[in-house]
């Protein structure tokens, strides 16, 4: 493969594993997906008798074609799986602007690919390429296989159909604001050290929820927890069991303020938070080993 051919894969990997990321919701699989890109590029470059006119649409028609039988298969393992599935974390350089960290979080968070699960693989593609990555309907109807009609309607029933699902659970369409979350956290970790049991509860919403993703090989709660006191005796006995060997540290994750829960120095767990106007709504914990794999090597190196 030519040097020029290497360099255009190059600049336009980052495209391809923001694609790999929002539709299969794994920093891992979104590498496998890219890699396997890769090769099919090499292999084209090698065989093909002339070159490829747009090697950028030709790279993304080809990543998502496969990240949409990815996805398939995918949808099928998660009827086995143990317990809540939540997509992995995922640690990115700090967008530089107010307006790039909003972006970013509409993008990326937690919240916003576990509504994406709404939508069919297809159909989550065409959605992706046209609202996030701003795709002409041509660019979208060529990845999917579909005509550019067909493409059209395919992401107007995908808004319709997301909008129906947020409002079924229950996303805030008016969070409050980034500083604001960071400073509310700020005394959720002080309350949590301090074992400041009604401290805890007063930054939780009445009807506030917690669940988490444990996967197969860690103790999980069996059901999600509902109400500002029960999960608020969570975190105080979180306190009183692990004391000082416990370390909270908050970080911008997935585009939004997480907190990392370290047990002995080793990351333990990352929770990613829904807010109401004034307090915190929603708790989403992320306890899977495997998922929790690559965010700490990149912190490892961080």
């Not at 030519?2 to 990997?13: G, K």
């Not at 107010?98 to 979080?105: I, L, M, R, S």
């Not at 990326?108 to 509504?115: C, E, H, K, R, W």
Request: charged residues 25%; glycine residues 4%.
């Amino acid at each position: 493969m030519s040097s020029a051919s290497t360099e255009l894969f190059s600049n336009v990997r980052p495209r391809l594993m923001a694609i790999g990321y929002r539709m299969l919701s794994s920093v891992q699989e979104a590498e496998d997906l890219v890699q396997d890109a890769w090769l099919r590029w090499h292999e084209e470059a090698k065989s093909s008798q002339t070159q490829v006119l747009n090697a950028e649409a030709w790279l993304v028609t080809v990543t998502t074609r496969m990240a949409i039988d990815r996805l398939r298969a995918a949808k099928l393992r998660r009827t086995t799986y143990a317990g809540a599935w939540f997509p992995e974390p995922l640690l990115e350089q700090a967008p530089t602007t107010p307006e790039q960290a909003y972006e970013t979080a509409n993008d990326v968070s937690i919240a916003f690919l576990l509504l994406l699960d709404c939508l069919s693989p297809e159909a989550r593609a065409a959605f992706l390429l046209r609202e996030v990555f701003d795709a002409e309907y041509e660019e979208v109807a060529r990845a999917i296989g579909r005509s550019k009609a067909s493409a059209r309607q395919i992401v107007h029933r995908a808004k319709q159909r997301l909008e129906n699902a947020r409002e079924s659970m229950g996303m805030k369409a008016l969070p409050m604001p980034a500083a604001a979350q960071l400073e509310l956290l700020r005394r959720l970790v002080q309350a949590i050290s301090s074992g400041n049991l009604e401290g805890i509860k007063r930054l939780l919403a009445e009807e506030s929820q917690m669940m988490g993703d444990f996967g197969d090989v860690r103790p999980s709660f069996a059901r999600p927890l509902f109400g500002a006191q029960r999960i608020a005796q969570l975190y105080y006995a979180m306190h009183l069991r692990h004391g000082n060997a416990m370390r909270l540290e908050l970080a911008t994750l997935n585009g939004e303020w997480s907190l990392l829960r370290y047990l002995e120095g080793a990351l333990d767990s990352v929770q990613a938070f829904e807010f109401t106007d004034v307090q915190i709504f929603r708790v989403r914990i992320q306890r899977n080993p495997e998922k929790l794999a690559p965010l700490k090597e990149k912190l490892l190196l961080a």
